[in-house]
């Protein structure tokens, strides 16, 4: 059964902190992808990986920077947390061609 | 890049009726269209999916059809029950057998009520 967790459910951060907000998957998958989600906005890409140390831009990735140091490990940063920041953020890992499978999320709230 | 709309946004329907939800891409070079369902408080898991090689796929009271000349696909659940109640999202990606990935770009969503 796979598994794709997260760092933690609920954060809340102020306005200029950096967060680290991690991701680890068990099966072993090549790609790993981050969302965030917003009401009435659905889902959308950040950043997504595809290797270890590689990484793409997704539809979204101003603000966030990426790292994938190991193949299970994905992490997102926020170097200067924002207010138009809080949102749902959504962690994914798949390898082609299963689909992605998604962590729990983490709630993160910048005051 | 891609661009996916999703209608209705929230569709309600009596129990044992049908539901269906529509989604439109804009990239022809899609390839691979997803369904998701998000119950409240949990994570997106997918219900079905369809590639477009294949212009119908069905799983129990679940099915997708695909028309990409229109560049259209819909979600079809028959006789609807209370545990169908969830957001359903569609989504599109170009998948590239050489290796490599894309992420998903996703419609933004249908609330799909079933009253009883």
């Known amino acids: 059964d796979v598994k794709v967790t997260q760092s933690s459910r609920y954060l809340v951060k102020r306005t200029g902190e950096k967060v680290f907000l991690e991701c680890v998957q068990d099966?072993?998958?090549?790609?790993m992808f981050w969302y965030r989600q917003d009401p009435g906005l659905g889902l959308r890409l950040i950043y997504f990986s595809y290797d270890v140390k590689m990484k793409e831009k997704g539809d979204i990735p101003e603000g966030y920077s990426v790292s994938r140091e190991k193949k299970e490990r994905f992490s997102l940063i926020l170097e200067s947390a924002s207010t138009n920041q809080t949102s749902m953020y959504l962690c994914a890992s798949s390898s082609p061609p299963r689909e992605q499978f998604f962590g729990p999320g983490t709630r993160l709230t910048v005051l | 890049g891609e661009n996916v709309e999703q209608h209705p946004s929230t569709l309600s329907v009596q129990e044992g009726d049908s539901a269906v939800i529509k989604c439109t891409y804009s990239?022809?070079?899609?390839?691979?269209f997803p369904w998701y369902k998000q119950e409240l408080g949990k994570r997106p898991q997918l219900i079905i999916d369809i590639r477009s090689n294949v212009g119908e796929k069905k799983d129990q009271r679940i099915a997708v059809t695909l028309n990409k000349t229109a560049k259209h696909f819909s979600l079809h659940i028959t006789e609807t029950q209370p545990e169908d109640s969830a957001v359903y999202f569609c989504?599109?990606?170009?998948?590239?057998?050489?290796?490599?990935?894309?992420?998903?770009?996703f419609g933004k969503g249908t609330h799909l009520i079933i009253q009883p």
């Open positions: 099966m072993d998958h090549e790609n």
């Open positions: 990239d022809s070079a899609s390839n691979y």
């Open positions: 989504a599109a990606r170009i998948h590239s057998s050489g290796g490599g990935a894309d992420g998903l770009t």
